[in-house]
């Protein structure tokens, strides 16, 4: 556990497992009321105010393009991108996990439902954890490439 | 270079741009006054700047300096008188300076060359002596004894390499007597914390303060609050300056002659906003140098006075700042606008002088590309500029509004928020949400009961643009029953409405950032928290009108479905 670099944050999502490295997580946070913002994007769900700063949310539902389950959407997860915080929305959490780098696959998911909406380049591969896999996915990238 | 030095390089070169302003402004001081005290005072900072410069290892920019404190020497010896020449030059060297700090920010490494500025400096003091000066026979710079019209020629740096500002920690300077206030608030609340908290571990406390600690606390934040936000003011001093070195320049290159008065520089603003304004300033002034003010022949043939005058002044009033810029040029002339503006197919081609009112004639000028001077000349006139101080206005939620006068000049008026970071928002609700819509771009808001796509009042036809509908697209609405308003609002000259479901408030508001993904949304310019802790956007109204507004045409027909 005190292997900082290779500890990923588990997190469930449409039935799914997905994990980001732990670094880039700077904190938690139950979801509060969001307001929501006047885009056409149906991904990005508004903006919270997390202790006097303007946090946009992204749905990450949505954004994964996964089907939409009765499960309820419990959490957030704080990233910080370029110096500017912003959460991700999460059915919950699971785990921390230490995956070392030979547990991780890079197995062809062209057809998988699961990342298809993930550019390539964000997404690290599938880790193997006590039989368990888990989507490992660079958070901050995904927000960056949808920079239109 | 190890960590020190990099330091205190970086330490050096931050000062520096502080003594170069000095210079510059006592500089402009002695060309106003011909004081001794400037030419001592000018010594002094010149003095520093070299000690500095040559304690850190920048050698060039110290012998930059040495010449022109020999300058000086001869100046204050009254060897040579300060004239126009020796003025350039002293502006010409701070100049210099100033780019190649620009420079060493973003390379520390990077090399100066200083021989050419030398040569020119020498020149003029040569000039100015009249007579040979053979001093310092050992500098390099002797030897190019380069003749004077070849030393004209500032040595320019490589606009992409010299100019490029490297991401880098931004400083403010602070008085001290504000951060140690600030301190001691601090140190205050603390205490007054630990009360609060013993007072809530022992109820019924007896405490000693005179003030309840919850009203105490109320006291101290809203004290800490203010001082904090005006950690970032400083007068407008600094920009004042820097355009009354532009009204020189500007007069010795178009050869014009102009008096330059400015009041009001120790208003303080927020840095943000001081920064942004100097590009607009800069093109007004321009502007008024270029196409205001008539060459001192036509001046004298209607009458006035050979020498034009430029105002710059700064006022405060309540919560905005206005800053006035005028001058005793030919004014604008509205024939010519709506001509021109025929021209640029800004204008339908029929508009006749009396179809449009001035000021949206005078707006006209505002637009991308628009320009009336058919020469077009160095410094102006190339049709950007103007469409530039419009959107910097915008930026800062600010509004300009132009007097003009033909034959008797023009003046510019800006009026602007104080601070950035707070502004004065109406919060209004549109399908049940919350926006903010600041308060600068409003001019008056009115019971909209049309049901059309234009309202009429007080016998002016308005256009009305139904807010709802361009944030939320086409939804049920039947929900809402009650009477909308609208908020009118001046675009390009021409009123237009937004209308609303309610007002909340009117109050002062702080911007927080927003994310890019929602800086991206059309019309949203910022975010902030209300009351009740919830975030809501800030609009931009003009962004929301459509690109294809028409400006020329009666907005009856243009607004039917």
């Known amino acids: 556990m005190n292997d900082l670099e290779h500890s990923y944050l588990v997190f469930r999502l449409g039935g799914l497992l997905y994990g980001s490295p732990l670094t880039h997580i700077r904190k938690v946070i139950p979801v509060p009321s969001i307001k929501t913002v006047p885009s056409r994007k149906d991904y990005l769900r508004g903006v919270i105010n997390l202790r006097g700063q303007i946090i946009s949310v992204i749905d990450l539902r949505k954004k994964f393009g996964l089907e939409t389950t009765e499960d309820p959407q419990n959490l957030i997860l704080v990233v910080a991108v370029d110096s500017k915080d912003i959460g991700f929305i999460a059915d919950g959490g699971d785990s921390v996990v230490t995956i070392e780098d030979p547990d991780i696959s890079r197995p062809d998911l062209t057809s998988s439902q699961a990342v298809k909406n993930i550019p390539s380049e964000y997404f690290l591969g599938i880790g193997k954890h006590q039989n368990r896999e888990i989507h490992l996915v660079n958070l901050a990238g995904l927000v960056k490439s949808s920079a239109d | ?561």
Do not use: W
Not at chain 2, 291 to 304: F, N, P, T, Y
Not at chain 2, 511 to 521: A, D, F
């Open chain 2, 1 to 561: 270079m190890n960590e020190l030095e990099r330091e205190v390089k970086i330490i050096f070169l931050n000062e520096a741009e502080q003594l170069l302003e000095e210079g510059e402004e006592h500089c402009l001081a002695l060309a106003a006054t011909s004081s001794d005290k400037e030419v001592g005072a000018l010594f002094r900072v010149f003095h520093t700047f070299k000690g500095s410069s040559s304690s850190v290892g920048f050698l060039s920019l110290a012998e930059v300096v040495g010449h022109l404190e020999n300058l000086l020497q001869n100046l204050r010896d009254g060897k040579i008188t300060f004239t126009e020449n020796v003025c350039k030059i002293f502006l010409d060297t701070v100049d210099f300076l100033r780019s190649s700090i620009q420079k060493l920010k973003s390379d520390l490494n990077c090399n100066i060359l200083p021989e050419e500025m030398i040569a020119r400096i020498k020149n003029t003091e040569q000039e100015a002596l009249q007579i040979p000066t053979s001093k310092e026979p050992s500098l390099p710079a002797e030897q190019s004894s380069t003749p004077f019209f070849q030393g004209e020629q500032i040595p320019e740096f490589d606009e992409s390499s010299g100019f490029r500002e490297e991401p880098q920690e931004k400083l403010i300077r602070v008085s001290s007597r504000k951060l140690d206030t600030l301190i001691n608030l601090i140190g205050e609340l603390v205490v007054n914390q630990s009360i609060l908290t013993a007072h809530q571990e022992k109820p019924g406390l007896q405490l000693s303060v005179r003030e309840s600690p919850v009203e105490y606390m109320i006291d101290l934040c809203n004290e800490v609050y203010e001082l904090s936000m005006s950690l970032r003011m400083t007068p407008i001093r600094q920009i004042f300056q820097r355009m009354n070195r532009l009204v020189i320049d500007l007069g010795l290159s178009e050869k014009k002659e102009i008096e330059f008065i400015c009041s009001g520089e120790d208003i303080e603003l927020d840095k943000a906003v001081i920064e942004k304004l100097s590009e607009p300033l800069i093109h007004l002034i321009r502007n008024a140098v270029d196409h205001g003010i008539e060459d001192s022949e036509q001046r004298l043939a209607v009458g006035k006075s050979a020498k034009a005058r430029i105002t710059l002044t700064a006022e405060l009033l309540e919560d905005f700042a206005l800053i006035k810029i005028s001058d005793d040029g030919r004014g604008l002339n509205k024939e010519n606008i709506i001509k021109k503006g025929i021209e640029q197919g800004l204008l339908n081609s029929k508009t006749t002088i009396d179809e449009i009112s001035d000021s949206e004639a005078f707006a006209l000028i505002f637009q991308p590309g628009f320009s009336t001077k058919e020469r077009i000349t160095e410094i102006s006139g190339r049709g950007v500029g103007m469409d530039v101080v419009e959107r910097v206005m915008n930026e800062v939620h600010g509004s300009i509004e132009i007097q003009t006068k033909e034959g008797v000049g023009t003046t510019f008026n800006l009026k602007f928020p104080l601070t950035l970071s707070v502004i004065h928002g109406l919060v209004v609700t549109v399908d049940q949400c919350s926006y903010v819509i600041p308060i600068t771009q409003v001019i008056e808001t009115v019971r909209c009961d049309a049901n059309g796509r234009v309202l009429v009042l007080r016998g002016e036809s308005i256009p009305v643009f139904k807010l709802g509908e361009i944030l939320h697209g086409e939804m049920d609405r039947t929900h809402y029953s009650g009477t909308k308003l609208g908020v009118v609002i001046l675009f390009r000259g021409k009123k237009v409405l937004f209308e609303i479901d309610s007002i909340v408030s009117q109050r002062p508001l702080t911007l927080k950032p927003i994310g890019p993904e929602v800086q991206r949304i059309r019309g949203i310019s910022a975010g902030t928290i209300l009351d009740n802790g919830e975030p809501a956007l800030v609009l931009n109204l003009e962004s929301l009108i459509p690109e294809k507004f028409p400006t020329d045409t009666v907005p009856k027909e243009a607004f039917q479905r």
